[in-house]
Structure formats: C-alpha cells, structure tokens
C-alpha cells in the first residue's frame, strides 16, 4: 500500500537522496482515484527502484503551490533531492508503467 504523507514528511523523505514517486491527489477527485488503483500494482513492481507515496493537496496547498501544481492528479518523480518530471492527468496502468520506465 502507498503510504499518505505530509507536506513536511515528503520534503524530508526527497531530502535523503535517492527516487521518489509521489501521487498528489484529492478525494474528491475521480481521475484521482482511478489513478491510486493504477498506482498501487506499479509501485510494487518498480519497488526495487523508487518509493512510492501520496499527498492529498487539499491538505498540503503550501506544497502543491510550491511545485506549481495546477491540476490533479499530478504524478512527480524527485531525484536526488529535485524534481525529475512529472505527468499531469490520468494514465491507465500500460501508459503510467511506460511513464515511470523512461523516469526510473
């Protein structure tokens, strides 16, 4: 299971280095929703490459805005303690696999 985080727990979690795989969603949001069922296969089967969370941005405004957040879901990928890239929208599970295979 992809474990929720704070704002403050995902900035230390980038900090320490190495590939990080961070959800930001809504509940309220149903493109986001679908996207956690798609997420939850794949980060098991990318886990030996990244970690993998979530940040519900209704909670984290501060984060979101920081990382110019404008629309959900928006998936990034940090890497050594920066952003990489990120997708913004819903990808079914072969085009989010194809998405983290080219950023992992």
């Not at 795989?21 to 296969?41: K, N, T």
Request: proline residues 4%; charged residues 25%; glycine residues 8%.
């Amino acid at each position: 299971m992809i474990k929720e985080m704070s704002g403050r727990e995902l900035d230390a979690l980038v900090e320490k280095g190495g590939t990080v795989v961070c959800d930001f969603w809504a509940s309220w949001c149903m493109p986001c929703r679908m996207l956690g069922q798609v997420m939850e296969p794949l980060s098991e089967e990318f886990a030996d490459k990244a970690t993998f969370v979530k940040v519900n941005v209704d909670e984290n405004g501060d984060l979101a805005a920081s990382l110019g957040i404008f629309s959900i879901p928006d998936v990034f990928v940090f890497a050594d303690g920066k952003v990489k890239t990120h997708n913004v929208g819903y990808l079914p599970e072969d085009g989010m696999r194809d998405f983290l295979k080219q950023n992992l």
